[in-house]
């Protein structure tokens, strides 16, 4: 994703999030954000779009084999989890800092 100025997310890595489209899809499960990749747009979901990876053997894995591991999915197909709900968030300064606010119950998503 080129563009001239970085985009902002409301979603960072350790957020509780649900997946809303998709093969993983349970908009009453949360689940832990591993990384985000901002220049991609994406972000890697603990236990979702597991890919299997067929590794040849190296020094450091002897054996090689299959290895499961989660693949990016696109940062759209989620939204934060605000404790109780799925939930859109706005921003707010309270002070000299901005704070994530969910639209939906108003509470301030740490």
Do not use: C
């Not at 998709?22 to 832990?32: A, C, F, V």
């Not at 236990?47 to 693949?71: D, F, L, M, R, Y």
């Amino acid at each position: 994703m080129k563009t001239r100025f970085k985009p902002k997310y409301n979603i960072r890595k350790g957020d509780q999030v649900v997946v809303i489209t998709g093969d993983d899809k349970d908009l009453k499960k949360p689940r832990l954000v591993k990384e985000v990749l901002v220049e991609e747009g994406k972000v890697i979901v603990e236990g979702v779009n597991i890919i299997t990876k067929h590794t040849k053997p190296s020094a450091q894995n002897t054996k090689g084999g299959i290895v499961k591991k989660e693949a990016p999915i696109n940062i759209s197909n989620v939204m934060l989890w605000d404790g109780k709900q799925a939930t859109k968030v706005k921003r707010e300064k309270q002070g000299e800092t901005k704070v994530r606010v969910s639209k939906k119950s108003g509470e301030v998503i740490k």
